[in-house]
């Protein structure tokens, strides 16, 4: 039976990855945001409800009339900016979406979040969904991640089930964060590896995390599923050096042009990150502290509990991924690593 869901941030990359997949199994989507429909999920059959997750709760719960579930994926994923924006928009307007998908008589309620809400720097190398850590978590973002995770997880009950997913470098056609951030640098001879760009590192083609949310909203009530976070990966592990120069390539761009090592990126990154946030600065800098942490520490996921508990597994891998974003941006695809099926 096809459930009405709404998806918070239906315009951004997660949650119009969300939008599409549900879309295709039959469900009906109601895309709630502040601006207007994407172009692309219109033409599809969504619908549209403005709203602000930020705002008022009334007119979340208007927004939210007739749903069996909300996916939550509306945040700020900006990497510089002020506190003040990231616990407004990522922690209090969870509360709000929270509030009103209850008020509204929602059954299932999936938050979209971020393997960086229990990441506190060291290695990640088989790892599994630990719980969100605001103490701990690295930068703005990040900690507000975290604090939201807590209090979605403290509203799971009987009349609602929640569930989180964490979808860990999204990339792909139409991505506009990770995916155009490399493309951009590349293309302006900005793209490094921090020290030997061989730490291993999860991704996650983009059409694979929307199917991964469509089976959490389709799952979330089950005691395996709810109250639980969960990270989604495409499972195959690969270099940074690796996949920074093959979705560069794809891109028909150069791969990095130079190394930086790590100290110095991750001291140079905590200097531009106080010059941003105390100058307001538009634009995000060259490197973070954070960042630079990504970039040179493995942190890849053991996927045999997220498979198992939502009856899913990736339908893209990571090279099929790289051959259709050559298709769209006109590169080319060169073969990588091994597929380690982790």
Known sequence: MADRVAVTGATGVVGGAAARALLARGDEVVAVQRGG??????PLGALERRADVAGSVDVLIEAFAGCQAVVHAAARVDITGAWEEYERINVMGTRRVIEAARRAGVARFVLISSPSVAHAGDPLIGAQAEPADPAHARGHYSRSKAMSE?????DDDARMAVTILRPHLVWGPGDSQLTERIVDRARSGRLVTIGAGSALIDTTYIDNAGTAIAAAVER???PQVRGRAFVVSNGEPRTVSEMLTRIARAAGAPGPSRSVPF????????VLERLWERTGREGEPPVTAFLAEQLATAHWFDQRQTREALAWVPEV???????????EMGGVAPPGGANRGL
């Open 37 to 42: 429909l994407s172009p692309e999920l219109g």
């Open 150 to 154: 807590v209090v979605a997880l403290a």
């Open 317 to 327: 891998t990571i090279d099929e991924g790289l051959a259709r974003l050559a298709a």
């Open 220 to 222: 979330a009530a089950l």
């Open 263 to 270: 100290p110095v990126a991750r001291a140079g990154g905590q």
